[in-house]
Structures are given as structure tokens and as C-alpha cells.
């Protein structure tokens, strides 16, 4: 701003000028304001403010428009990685319809597949190089929300396929588990048809092409072992019966072995046991177990009529056996066996009366879950009394005395106690208590008895 020059004033102006002048000098004065030249230097400090906001301004205004510059970048730059994370799904989605197509194998599903695959293959080398070219999309926002929608579409076809390859496995382990099943029913089947011939015969079944030249050893043992397991069937009924009818099991046993300590309270079955066996096997080393009398004609020894018998008797319900022959000679031994075993006073506390009793002794046999053990045990105790009169050299029935040492050629332990307690310290070898199963011998062959020890 320029200064006033007095020769641009006029007279008649430069008096009111001059009046003016001493005014505001005397104004200033008092009031402390500087004279006017100080005024005139204030002026440009002024104008240096107006044009460092000006200056401030066309600074702002250009960092604004860089911001939005960077703005407008970072939002492409998403775009872009957006729409190649869509490729990369919609690639991933072709791979997957891919693989679907192998199995079971589609031509036309695999081609198709293909080609997906390599479109999006292109496509993505696109994005590659518009991102080197820095060739954003113009609408950044636009891109990203249709790059969101062809994510979620891959995604969904992507899931789609795998649900079509999950029901596929479904559908082939569904088949798996028909086929499964229907080869478990067989074996059921199979082992329910195997089950009831070893309840009919135990294992006899696998003697039926058995004969009398190729008799060993080991088919005794075989019957043998079916015998103990019917005896300790018809055993545990008769004990049960008896907790049933308030019976002392412990009196009980003390009464059959007097004396006798055992080892375990369990062990108390082992002394019924061992009554059944003594009585079911009472005169085995006798033809028909004496029941003929000692007048046994030399025929009916033979060892071929006694093949013949076990042959006979081996594959047949005994019920319908005794059904057929209620007086044969196995009959007999049914009804003298039981009257030797189910003692008067226990068939009474078991069933209230002696009515079977009186039915065995008139050769009539009763049909309860008591006398079909003890017939099916007494069925196999004849079974093997008939195979050990077929041997050549009889088969010889022995048992072992009490107090007896143990010795392992001739004797079983049911119980391994003996062994191991500390107690027996004088005696170099446990002693016998008593027999529970007999043993026996063919020829040279031992069979071990089974004994309780003390």
C-alpha cells in the first residue's frame, strides 16, 4: 500500500489533512499508538499473513487431493485381490467338479471342468498383469461386491460337489454295510446251526465220519471234555436250586467231603462235583455199568456193539432216544443214575413232591429244566462209557485217594492256591483232598484225573 504524497493533496484538503494529523497525534499520544511511519511499517506484516494462509491453503487442498489419490489406490488394490481371491475359489470349485467327474468317470463332466479351469487360469494371468500395469478398475467398489459374489458362488458350488462326493461315499458304505450284514446273518445263521448240534451232541459232530479202525485217544478226550462240561451245566442248576430252597450250601459240601478246608468259598461247587462224577461214573469199568448183571453174553461185549451204540446214541435228541427206547438199556441207566443223585429230600425241597421221582422209577421221564440236564449229562457219561469199552484195550477208570502227594503225570489241580501258599512248608509236595473228575487210561495214554488239594 503506497504512502500519501503531499503534492497529491489539494489547498483547500491540505488544511483539513494538517488538522486531522495533529488530531490523531494527540489521539495516539494518549492512547499510546505509534506515530503514523510506524503505522505505514506495519502494513507489510499484514500482507506477509495473507499470503503464508494463502500458501497454507494451496498446501491443504493439495495433501487432500493426494490422500484421496491413495484412497482411490488402496480401494483398486482391493478390488483387484478381491477378484483374484474369487478367481482362485472359482478355480478351486472347477478342481473340485473335476475330481467329481472321475468317479464314477463323466467324459463330458471332465471336459467341462477342464475348460473352467483353464479360463479362470486366464483370468487370473490377467489380473497379474493389470497389476503390473497398475490398470485398476474405475469402480473399485462395484468390483469388490461383484469379486464377493463370485467368491460366494464358487464357494456354494464348492460345497455342493463335496455334498455330491459325501452322498456318493454314503451310498457306497450303505452297500458295504448290506453286503456286511448279510454275510453276519449268514454267520449267525451258520453259528446258530453249529451251536445247536454242540448242544445236541456237544462236539460229537465232528466224529460222524468216525470209524472203529481210526478210534484214537484224542476222540476220547474229546468226549471226555463234553462229559465234565455237561456234569458242571446240571451241577450249577442243582446248587442254584438249592440257594432257592433255602438249603445250607456250606453244611451241604462239609457233608459230601468231611473235613475238607477249602482254599475259597467258591471253591465249595468242586465237593458237589465231585459227588455227581462218583456217582455218575460208579461201575464204568463195568460192561453197561453192571446194570445186565455179570451174565453179559460175549456179543453184546465187543468193542464193535459198543461203536455201534455211541454211533447210535451220539446224534440224537435224547428226549426223543428215551421216547423211542424207554426201556432200553440207556434208559435204565437214566433211571438208576437219578435215583442215585437227586436225593429224596431234594427233588421234595425243589419241587414241593416226589412226582418226578415216582415218573423216572416207572420209566416215565418228566420234562423240566432238572432232568434234561441230568438226561443230557447222563447221555454223554454212557457216550463215553461205550467209547472206552470200543478200544481194543479197555480204557480203565482210577481216581486218587486222599491224602495222596500230587503228581502231575496222574493229576490236574483245579486250584493253583496250593502252590503258592506259604504254608506248606514240611510237605515237599501238597496233598490230595479229594477226586473231583476221574482219570483214565488207554493203553499207554494218561489221562490226568482232577483233583482239589489241601
Sequence with gaps: MEAVKPSAVTPSKSKWVRTLSKVLHLHT??????????????????TEEW???????????????????????????EALIARIFATVSAIKAGYAQLQHAQSPYDAAGIQAADQLIVS??????????????????????????????QEQKSLSKTFEIMGKKLESQLRLKESE??????????????NRFLEKRLNQSGQ???????????LSPSHFIIVLRQTVKSIRSFMRLMIDEMKSADWDINAAASSIERGVVFWKADDKCFAFESFICREMFKAFHHPYFSLLGN??????????????????????????YLAMKPKSTFAKFCRTKYLQVVHPKMESSFFGNLSNRDMVSSYQFPDNALFTLFAEMSKRVWLLHCLAFAFE????????????????????????????SSDIKLESEPRVAFTIVPGFRIGKTVIQCQVYLS
Design 393 to 420: 484195550t479197555e480204557a480203565s477208570i482210577f481216581q486218587i485217594s486222599r491224602g495222596c502227594r500230587f503228581s502231575e503225570v496222574y493229576m490236574e489241580s483245579v486250584v493253583e492256591e496250593a502252590f503258592l
Design 120 to 149: 479362470y487360469l486366464k483370468k487370473l494371468s490377467e489380473l497379474k498383469q493389470c497389476f503390473l500395469k497398475k490398470q485398476y478398475d474405475p469402480s473399485p467398489e462395484r468390483a469388490m461386491i461383484l469379486a464377493e459374489i
Design 51 to 77: 499470503n503464508d494462509s494463502k500458501t497454507t491453503k494451496r498446501l491443504s487442498q493439495k495433501f487432500d487431493r493426494l490422500h484421496e489419490d491413495k484412497l482411490e489406490r488402496m480401494m483398486a488394490l
Design 295 to 320: 451174565s453179559v453174553p460175549e456179543g453184546k461185549k465187543h468193542p464193535q456193539v459198543f461203536f455201534e451204540r455211541f454211533m447210535e446214541l451220539k446224534s440224537m435228541k435224547v428226549k426223543g
Design 29 to 46: 499520544a494518549a492512547a499510546g499508538i505509534v506515530p503514523d511511519d510506524a503505522v505505514q511499517k506495519v502494513k507489510p506484516k499484514k
Design 204 to 214: 460229537f459232530f465232528v466224529l460222524d465220519n468216525l470209524h472203529l479202525s481210526g
Design 177 to 190: 454295510i448290506i453286503f456286511l450284514r448279510e454275510k453276519s446273518n449268514e454267520s449267525n445263521k451258520q
